[in-house]
């Protein structure tokens, strides 16, 4: 006996998810043994896929047969044990049903004739109370009730997704902070899950294929209660028609591909039909008439296996019968022809014995696609929230959506302005208003079309370990320096003033760095980079990156003898060659430290006859200018005869500024000279007058300027102590000159940044100055030639090729690859009580001006610009 299960388990079983799905047949079965073969042919499928059975004489009409397979409670709607699905609906098939029964059904009072004249009013409004009635039960029913939640649940497999995207879309172009992103994601998928779960519950998802199939056409923009009128009120022959093929097409639904997330995915069997035709005549022979008849009109191809009993073979075309025993080789020759996509749909088979059960053991449902589909859908669920999940940890770690920064602990670290605006809560206070109005500038350049960049290497987001942190005047005198000059600089072409965040003590320089090449390599616009102000690890590193990459740097207050070296010498104890990239606007630590050791020798301590002179130093081990200044207050007073006793050390992260002073203090020193940082100079101060040290003069290096902003008459008042310290620049070094002013020193002295750190002021002021002056050049230089955007290499030959009047004097790098300052203004101040604090120039040396001679003072003589190499 041939394997006749496995012939119809092939015909039941679902084709590949990404293959279509073939035709099926109506399998004629003819013989003494019709019914019972059929029987025993479905047997093994009956539990296990959508499955109806209907015998001769069971329903006296068309719509009866539709009823109890399509119905509420029809056979192929039953749900499937064990099959991990939902059962296929029926909402066309029941829509029709419905209208059609209304025939049937006496009228509601005061309603005259039933199905009522479409033109009647009263009887209108009853059936169209009467639908809403039917609908509402409908859904109100236990059956309504899981179906309503089933939609749901379908619903939002297709709209949490796309809600994830919104949330990601929204964090992206629309540039979004906090929880907009989030609240509008969650809007989309509740607005898009309650959409699409409403119109399938109702049925108007579906509902529009009635204005395309040919039987009783639904009119465009016909409501549903005119059109189940119509159908009330239609012929028989058309209804039955429209019963079936709309039973088809309800079918067909429940195992289309759609695009969304839906059931269909995962059915692998297709339903099964047993039916039994005696009578040629009767409503069983009719309805397989009139499934094959809609199939051959509207091409719709029911998925649907039908086993039919028949006691002869329908008139049609030529089919032929074959012998039970030969199914295999008949469904064979079937498959052959349906490839052609014009197969009769008819096999015709004639048993003679029926098979044996035996042979026959229950199919169990088929669940690898079911559960590949609910697999599916749990990655649709779960999948999105951990994508929006690592999206918002990737958004935060780029600070909320840059593209050049990124989060590193609480800190924004990179170019916070490089794709739009500062995001609003990156920073705060003084800082956070001078960002806004630098954004503000920037828009104009971008408007002009025609701009060049310059990036403000800063630490904007500092750690405040005091009210007055030093630090933090420091960063806001560089906003107000860069801004100004930005929004002064109104020629063409504009300045755009990108901000690089380095971190709290600039602890992520190296990074930051790093952030500034990308962006470099992709913008044409970004001419080099200005501030790395202070000589500390971070800023070195820094150095090293923007080295590599070729950019401009114009450092600011940075110092240190060999802050711009990069790589080792060849004994690898020593920094090796200067950075050709790397430009020093203020005076380094060795002119700063001869200046200050010829000061105390001949003005301070001119009728002492052996001065003795004490450093105290931050030991910092990052800090390398504290370190640096140090040892050369060292060599310089040593060079002075000046007799330097040990130097006492503290640590500014471990504290200790207290005792090193009082140690200090202890040696009787007639001079201390102060190689810390401007954050612990006031307590240094103070504990040198607690601790009895009587007429103390107190020699500091430039960084204190900072803390002067805050505590200069604090500073003054101090009984017994002098006060001095070394100025890179100041503004009231121009009131002991004749030289002419530049606008900004004008406005200084008029009283403007009234409270800001001068020497972060100005050499800010002049270094985004001379950047912008040299790109400026360059750019209209090439705008003569016909060229674009200039190099950076354009600029780094004409920031060695040019000396600049500045705003701390003249500049003027040389063409040496150390591009430390020549002959570059230096001063020493005095805290003067007299002054209400304000300090007062003792001593200037370097010019002012290109056309000023040098200071005929004597410690300005021959003052050496660098270290010895």
């Not at 990737?394 to 593209?403: K, Y």
């Not at 490089?418 to 705060?428: I, Q, S, V, Y």
């Amino acid at each position: 006996m041939a394997d006749l299960r496995s012939v119809v388990e092939a015909l039941i079983r679902r084709p590949a998810f990404w293959r279509a799905d073939p035709p099926l047949p109506t399998v004629l079965v003819t013989g003494p043994e019709a019914l019972a073969a059929v029987e025993v042919l479905a047997e093994p499928f009956q539990d296990s896929v959508p499955c109806a059975h209907v015998k001769e004489g069971e329903y006296g009409t068309v719509q009866e047969l539709v009823k109890a397979l399509a119905g509420e409670h029809g056979q192929l709607g039953k749900p499937v044990g064990g099959s991990l699905l939902p059962p296929p609906r029926f909402p066309l098939a029941q829509f029709v049903l419905w209208a059609r029964e209304q025939r049937d059904l006496p009228p509601p009072d005061a309603a005259g004739s039933w199905p009522p004249d479409p033109h009647s009013h009263t009887g209108y409004r009853a059936f169209k109370e009467r639908l809403k009635e039917w609908q509402r039960s409908s859904r109100d029913s236990d059956r309504g009730r899981r179906t309503s939640a089933d939609f749901l649940a379908r619903a939002a497999t297709t709209w949490v997704p796309v809600g994830t995207l919104a949330v990601w879309w929204f964090n992206g172009p629309a540039d979004l902070v906090g929880l907009a992103p989030w609240v509008l994601g969650l809007l989309v998928a509740a607005l898009g899950t309650t959409g699409q779960a409403f119109f399938s519950i109702r049925g108007t998802l579906f509902t529009g294929w009635l204005r395309k199939q040919p039987y009783v056409r639904r009119k465009r923009f016909e409501r549903p209660t005119p059109y189940a009128l119509r159908l009330a009120n239609a012929d028989d022959e058309a209804i039955e028609r429209l019963l079936v093929h709309a039973l088809m097409r309800d079918l067909r639904e429940a195992y289309k591909k759609w695009i969304i997330p839906w059931p269909s995915w995962g059915r692998g069997l297709y339903a099964l039909l047993l039916i039994q035709v005696v009578d040629p005549d009767g409503v069983n022979a009719r309805f397989l008439r009139l499934v094959e008849e809609t199939t051959k009109k509207t091409g719709l191809l029911p998925p649907m296996v039908v086993l039919a009993a028949v006691s002869s073979v329908p008139p049609g075309p030529p089919i032929g019968t074959a012998e039970l025993d030969e199914l295999p080789e008949v469904v064979g020759r079937w498959r052959a022809a349906a490839r052609l996509r014009v197969p009769d749909l008819r096999i015709g088979i004639e048993a003679a014995e029926v098979p044996a059960l035996g042979a026959y053991p229950p199919v169990l449902p088929r669940r690898k696609r079911a559960l590949a589909y609910w697999t599916a859908i749990g990655l649709l669920l779960v999948l999105p929230f951990a994508l929006v999940v690592w999206m918002q940890r990737d958004r935060v770690a780029h600070c909320g959506g840059l593209q050049w920064a990124e989060r590193i602990g609480a800190e924004c670290v990179g170019i916070v302005n490089a794709t739009g605006a500062t995001p609003d809560d990156l920073f705060d206070g003084a800082v956070k208003e001078l960002v806004k109005k630098i954004d503000a500038n920037n828009g104009y350049a971008l408007g002009s079309g025609r701009y060049v960049s310059v990036v403000l290497f800063g630490e904007f987001s500092i750690t405040k370990t005091e009210a007055n942190d030093t630090r933090l005047s420091a960063a806001v005198s560089e906003l107000e320096a860069v801004e100004e000059q930005q929004r002064t600089a109104s020629t063409t072409p504009r300045l755009r003033v990108l901000l690089a965040n380095a971190g709290d003590n600039f602890g992520h320089g190296r990074r930051t760095a790093q952030l500034i090449t990308e962006l470099a390599a992709q913008d044409p616009h970004v001419m080099g980079v200005i501030g790395l102000p202070r000589s500390v690890e971070g800023v070195s590193q820094a150095i090293e990156e923007l080295h590599l990459a070729k950019i401009p740097m114009v450092a600011t207050t940075a110092t240190a003898d060999r802050i711009g070296y990069v790589g080792d010498s060849a004994d690898g104890k020593q920094p090796g060659q200067p950075s050709p990239y790397y430009f020093q606007m203020g005076p380094t630590n060795f002119r700063e430290a001869t200046l200050g050791a010829r000061f105390a020798r001949h003005m301070l301590l001119a009728d002492v006859d052996k001065p003795v002179a004490v450093i105290v130093q931050d030991e910092s081990i990052t800090d390398q200018y504290t370190k640096n200044l140090a040892d050369d207050f060292e060599t310089a007073l040593k060079a002075q005869g000046i007799t330097v006793k040990e130097p006492k050390d503290y640590n500014v992260e471990s504290g200790g500024i207290q005792e090193a002073a009082v140690a200090a203090c202890g040696l009787k020193p007639d001079v201390f000279l102060y190689a810390g940082r401007a954050s612990e100079f006031l307590g240094f101060l103070t504990s040198v007058e607690g601790s009895g040290c009587k007429d103390a003069k107190v020699l500091a290096g430039d960084d204190v300027v900072r803390a002067m902003a805050g505590h200069a008459g604090e500073i003054a008042h101090m009984k017994q102590m002098e006060v001095y310290y070394v100025a890179l620049a100041h503004r009231a070094v121009w009131n002991q000159s004749a030289t002419k002013q530049t606008a900004f020193i004008s406005g200084l002295l008029a009283g403007a940044h009234a409270k800001s750190s001068d020497d972060n002021l100005i050499l800010t002021f002049d270094a985004a100055n001379v950047l912008y002056q040299a790109a400026s050049t360059a750019y209209r230089a090439g705008a003569q030639e016909g060229g674009g955007l200039p190099s950076r290499g354009d600029i780094l030959y004409r920031l060695t090729r040019r000396v600049w009047n500045g705003s701390s004097g003249k500049i003027d790098f040389g063409s040496a690859d150390l591009h430390a300052p020549a002959g570059k203004a230096i001063a020493i101040m005095k805290v003067d009580v007299a002054r209400a604090g304000n300090p007062k120039p003792v001593v200037r040396c370097g010019s002012l001006d290109v056309s000023e001679p040098p200071p005929k003072d004597a410690v300005c003589a021959g003052l050496p610009d660098t270290a010895p190499q």
